[in-house]
């Protein structure tokens, strides 16, 4: 759980665009749509290689459940991939994998540079990319295929101004 600073408000929260998964569970559709294909080949199967039903079945189920265990990963994955924006910060919570993530944040007067990066035509088309920010310990954060990149850094460096300018 994430604990905001004494007036902080979260101005904008990213994820990934919807087409980071869309490639995946169109590989896991394939996956699923297969198994479909195969299964009114079973009798088949079972005359021809003498495997019993019961067998086949057993191993037509394990293959659909980690078809699905795979979809289930990438949606994990895809889902809790976060960028909290904050008037005073940023939060990056990046999942790796089921049981690993990593939380990792820095104040908006640290901000540095903030990159775009639009890596190819079908990205122009769905307006995302890339936003790497920079720090002033050096350290680079970036989160990939994110929507809404030009006003996410337009954000960023406004409050990185307003976090700067201090009055004496």
Known sequence: MIHLLPNEQILMVLHRHWIAIFWKFLVGAILLIIALLV??????????????????????LI????????????????YLDIWIITSERII????????NREISEFMLERVQDVIIEVPNI???????????????SEATFRIEQAPNVYEAKNLILDYAKKQNVRPL
């Open 39 to 60: 299964l009114p080949y079973f009798p088949f199967l079972e005359s021809t290689l003498g495997i019993s039903q019961v067998v086949l079945w057993f191993f037509a």
């Open 63 to 78: 293959y659909l459940m980690a078809a699905v265990l795979v979809i289930f990963v990438f949606w994990i994955n895809y």
């Open 92 to 99: 990056d919570i990046d999942q790796k994998g089921l049981f």
């Open 122 to 136: 079908m990205a122009t088309f769905l307006k995302y990319g890339n936003l790497i920010i920079r720090t002033a």
